[in-house]
């Protein structure tokens, strides 16, 4: 026979949420953004955006020391982002906040406010877990369109389960390079972008090209 407080335990564990948030209490943008670390809203882009460390790259901290190639001129590696300590604190911080078993729910409470999100305007995703955990954010806000970059290969073998609202787009190793195997890439160019920002001072625009499934591939111009 169960004892009441052992009965007591029972009824709290059952009311709590697997990720470890209580079931039923609507998480807040201001809790979230405890869990999580903040989200950025970048005068460029049309919705929320989203960095983690450039520093802890998997493909790009090795591409860095390679002349020639994307990651060896970063711009997430110079300026405001090692200008301002708290601007690395911060990537690191929402480095660390991925393992939170909350960070679903936590992501998803601040990101179904954004029509738009950029995921990963500096850093890259970092492995399986974190990749599923961002299709869960991904699904979990349907009235968002999702456009992630990355460098790492290894992420093509995922694509089948991509949700639909988000856009993958490879970006290969070096300047100049183009890949068509993907179902969506971009590329750094010396000339002849297709990226109209720096003709728009800087700003997106009305240009959702990035976030276009249809859009094959995007080239920026070189920093
Ligand atoms: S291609 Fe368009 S959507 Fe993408 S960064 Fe450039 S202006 Fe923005």
Redesign the pocket.
């Known amino acids: 026979m169960q004892t009441k407080e052992a009965l007591k335990i029972m009824k709290v564990k059952e009311s709590c949420h697997p990720t470890g948030w209580p079931a039923g209490r609507t998480m807040k943008v201001k809790d979230a953004k405890e869990i999580t670390g903040s989200l950025t809203r970048t005068s460029?882009?049309p919705g929320l955006s989203y960095s983690l460390p450039a520093w802890e790259c998997k493909t790009g901290s090795k591409l860095r020391k390679i002349k020639g190639s994307v990651c060896a001129s970063c711009y997430a590696l110079k300026g405001n982002y090692t200008r301002y300590k708290a601007i690395k604190a911060a990537q690191y911080v929402r480095l660390k906040a991925i393992e939170d078993a909350r960070w679903v729910e936590a992501m998803t409470a601040q990101v179904k406010r954004s029509t738009y999100f950029r995921w990963h305007d500096a850093g890259d995703v970092q492995d399986l877990d974190h990749l599923k955990k961002i299709y869960a954010v991904c699904e979990a806000t349907p009235g968002t369109r999702h456009w992630m970059p990355t460098r790492e290969a290894w992420v093509k073998d995922h694509l089948d389960s991509k949700p639909d609202n988000l856009v993958i787009r490879f970006s290969p190793p070096m300047i100049g390079q183009r890949n068509d195997t993907w179902p969506n890439s971009s590329m750094v160019v010396e000339k002849d972008a297709?990226?109209?920002?720096p003709s728009?001072g800087g700003?997106?625009?009305d240009?959702?090209?990035?976030?276009d499934p249809a859009v094959k591939v995007?080239s920026?111009g070189k920093h």
């Not at 297709?194 to 920002?197: L, Q, S, V």
């Not at 240009?207 to 976030?211: E, F, G, K, V």
């Open positions: 460029k882009m297709t990226c109209p920002a728009q700003k997106c625009g240009c959702r090209q990035c976030w995007v920026y």
